[in-house]
């Protein structure tokens, strides 16, 4: 999947599970520009930050990561 299609996604899911930018980020541990990136699809996720955003927002990662999910 491409940067912004996937960057899509976790902003969607950030935003249905009700968490801001800087709280997704600080509860995954990574900074706020790298989340900020993801989202805006300048960044691709790497497995370790997609587990650590998944894990936060309580979803699979295939679900993240996956379009036809």
Do not use: C, W, Y
């Amino acid at each position: 999947m491409d940067n912004k299609r996937m960057g899509r996604r976790v902003r969607a899911f950030r935003k249905l599970k009700g968490f801001t930018q800087q709280e997704l980020a600080d509860s995954a541990g990574i900074s706020l520009a790298v989340l900020g990136a993801v989202e805006r699809g300048n960044r691709r996720l790497e497995d370790q930050i997609l587990n650590k955003i998944a894990s936060v927002l309580e979803v699979a990662a295939e679900e993240l990561s996956n379009p036809d999910s």
